[in-house]
T-cell receptor, first 110, second 117 residues
Framework: KQEVTQIPAALSVPEGENLVLNCSFT??????LQWFRQDPGKGLTSLLL?????REQTSGRLNASLDKSSGRSTLYIAASQPGDSATYLC?????????FGTGTSLTVIP | GAVVSQHPSWVICKSGTSVKIECRSL??????MFWYRQFPKQSLMLMAT?????????EQGVEKDKFLINHASLTLSTLTVTSAHPEDSSFYIC?????????????FGPGTRLTVL
């Protein structure tokens, strides 16, 4: 069974810093990998979707990379802002199943 | 972008009653919808996969007689928590596959907070 792990579990950075969130998965036979943002008590907002054939995706200050063979993905956030504070979840899709990581709680300090 | 709604956004009920949660894809058809459960400070746990016109597929450990799922149309799936108990209190989130060839992205609803007294 696919297992998805995210490190670190929590991260606190001063505003303006660049940061990297990590996601690892045990089974490289994935269809795609998706990064989400979740604000407290809210649903999930999709940030980036990387197909298994792709290496990275970019959207604004966000860049996600995928190394399927090593079972790793990173989410890079440039010039962090207080509004980036949230929990970030990665999820891998294997067939029609989605497996979520445990999340990284990010706090950006003004 | 694709929008998924959930209703109600929060509900408080007495132990022993049943609660129905609706999940709707507002601007696209979703042949597949998913129901998740999330406990505080934990990740999402997939409960079941709902396919339009067929029976839902439940994950191991999820009681199908307690969590009734109906996916009657391409835009609506419902989750009914029957004979709810305090331990069923949780945040329930649905998602829908857009099915668009270019993205095939999973879109999430805003969640429903269930509190069972």
């Amino acid at each position: 069974k696919q297992e998805v792990t995210q490190i670190p579990a929590a991260l606190s950075v001063p505003e303006g810093e660049n940061l990297v969130l990590n996601c690892s998965f045990t089974d490289s036979a994935i269809y795609n990998l998706q990064w989400f943002r979740q604000d407290p008590g809210k649903g999930l907002t999709s940030l980036l979707l990387i197909q298994s054939s792709q290496r990275e995706q970019t959207s604004g200050r966000l860049n996600a990379s995928l190394d399927k063979s090593s079972g790793r993905s990173t989410l890079y956030i440039a010039a962090s802002q207080p509004g980036d504070s949230a929990t970030y979840l990665c999820a891998v899709r294997s067939g029609n199943q989605f497996y979520f990581g445990t999340g990284t709680s990010l706090t950006v300090i003004p | 972008g694709a929008v998924v709604s959930q209703h109600p956004s929060w509900v408080i009920c007495k132990s022993g009653t049943s609660v129905k949660i609706e999940c709707r894809s507002l601007d696209f058809q979703a042949t597949t919808m998913f129901w998740y459960r999330q406990f505080p400070k934990q990740s999402l746990m997939l409960m079941a996969t709902s396919n339009e016109g067929s029976k839902a597929t439940y994950e191991q450990g999820v009681e199908k007689d307690k969590f009734l799922i109906n996916h009657a149309s391409l835009t609506l799936s419902t989750l009914t928590v029957t004979s709810a108990h305090p331990e069923d209190s949780s945040f329930y989130i649905c998602s829908a596959l857009s099915g668009l060839p270019s993205t095939d992205t999973q879109y999430f609803g805003p969640g429903t907070r269930l509190t069972v007294l």
